[in-house]
């Protein structure tokens, strides 16, 4: 399935990253893009990464997430991350 990355906003639900099917290297640089602007165009909203749909992440992807969250956690944004009974980092953002 190829991937899809998309920034959900609404009034009514916190800011969302939703990553669907293979992520590969192609679509790092939206990644970075959709979590750098959910990050800062949204704050103080809380930022949910949803990885439910992921079935692959390129290794640039996953950098870009966990870089997300640590800036988030300077700036004081509280993040969550779901992942589904598959996690397609491998457990590295199971802690997270």
Not at 2 to 12: R, W
Not at 31 to 57: F, M, S, W, Y
Request: proline share 8%; charged share 20%.
């Amino acid at each position: 399935m190829p991937g899809e990355v998309t920034l959900l906003h609404s009034p009514a639900s916190p800011v969302a990253v939703q990553f669907d099917g293979e992520i590969d290297a192609s679509w790092a640089a939206q990644a970075q893009h959709r979590l750098v602007e959910a990050l800062l165009h949204h704050r103080p909203d809380p930022i949910v990464i949803d990885l439910r749909g992921a079935t692959r992440l390129d290794p640039r992807v996953v950098g870009a997430i966990l870089a997300t969250i640590e800036a988030a956690g300077d700036l004081d944004v509280p993040i969550e991350v779901l992942l589904g009974s598959a996690d397609p980092t491998g457990g590295l953002l199971a802690s997270a």
